[in-house]
């Protein structure tokens, strides 16, 4: 298994050796230091709260962290949307800022600072803050300026609590820890100097296509699932999908839906424009490919990618 998967770091251009971004200081500990956040202990987790509004690909990640957090300790924490537990005086609280009615009233009452968000790209803050709600003494928040600002947030917090990007593709071992602790600071990755970042499924055949067809049936949207996710782990947001004998989006109407989704900008390989993949001419076009002689058709079969 582990031979097969990491076909895909090959694939990746070696990316198992680099990280698209890194946050410089670690804020996870498995000390008290006294004056931190008591994110896990004994096992007992800390609940999360999550607006329902917020991006669907927000919504997905967090569920990640929740599942994430249970691979760490053994127990998922409560999962609420919209509403704070009772009983409870610390949450985990995330969001995207004009997404997140919870984010956007942190803000507006000055408990975070919303000019360190605003009009940002992909950027995230994860801070403790005093007094955040209602009935809570204390919240640790990951608020993102945008869509995937708010999922790098997530995904920082799972690779610090022992959760590696590449936990699926090359069986890296979840540490198991019953205290966590988070050091309390403000912390960011400020924002990505590389616009995109990702990677193109190149030469994936016979070897990953062949896993890919035994595990998912195909290179369809359940395998593409955790393509992304991975992507994301690792600060990317970039996905030039596989080709060989392989069409993205007709083979799977839900692969660019997901894509959308969950955050990730798809493009097409360098003999394949405007989206159109080139097993989809055998499929679908008439003629020669040759823009002199058959424009009209190419013209048509491009239009039709761009829609």
């Known amino acids: 298994m582990n031979i097969i998967k990491s076909t895909l770091a090959v694939v990746c251009f070696l990316l198992p050796t680099i990280s698209f971004a890194q946050t410089s200081e670690q804020f996870v500990s498995s000390k008290n230091t006294g004056n931190a956040f008591v994110f896990t202990q004994a096992s007992v987790t800390v609940p999360m709260l999550v607006d329902s509004l917020d991006y669907a690909g927000v919504l997905h990640a967090s569920h990640n962290l929740k599942e994430d957090i249970g691979r760490v300790t053994g127990k998922q924490p409560g999962y609420f949307l919209n509403t704070i537990p009772p009983h409870n005086t610390q949450l985990v609280v995330i969001g995207t800022v004009g997404k997140s009615s919870f984010i956007d009233r942190l803000i507006k009452e000055n408990k975070l600072d919303g000019k360190e968000l605003a009009g940002k790209h992909e950027k995230h803050i994860i801070t403790t803050i005093e007094n955040p709600l209602e009935g809570i003494d204390k919240a640790l928040v990951i608020a993102g300026s945008d869509k995937r600002g708010t999922i790098y947030g997530i995904y920082e917090l799972s690779n610090q609590i ?39 499924l190149n030469d994936e055949a016979p070897a990953l296509s ?29 996905i030039l999908p596989a080709m060989w004998g392989n069409a993205f989006y007709d083979d799977d109407p ?29 499929r679908y076009g ?4 040759d823009y002199n002689a058959n424009a009209n058709v190419l013209t048509d079969f491009w239009t039709g990618g761009m829609e």
């Open 286 to 289: 008439s003629g020669a490919w």
């Open 210 to 238: 062949g896993w890919s067809s035994e595990t998912f049936g195909g290179f369809n949207s359940n395998f593409y699932e955790k393509v992304f996710e991975l992507i994301l782990r690792l600060k990317g947001n970039l």
């Open 254 to 282: 839900a692969n660019g839906l997901l894509a959308d989704e969950m955050g990730i900008v798809t493009g097409t390989s360098h003999h394949e424009p405007l989206g159109r993949a080139h097993d989809e001419w055998k």
């Open 162 to 200: 022992g959760v590696s990007p590449w936990y699926y593709w090359a069986d890296v071992p979840v540490k198991k820890q019953t205290n966590l602790y988070i050091i309390p600071g403000i912390y960011t990755d400020g924002e990505p100097a590389v616009k995109y970042r990702g990677i193109f």
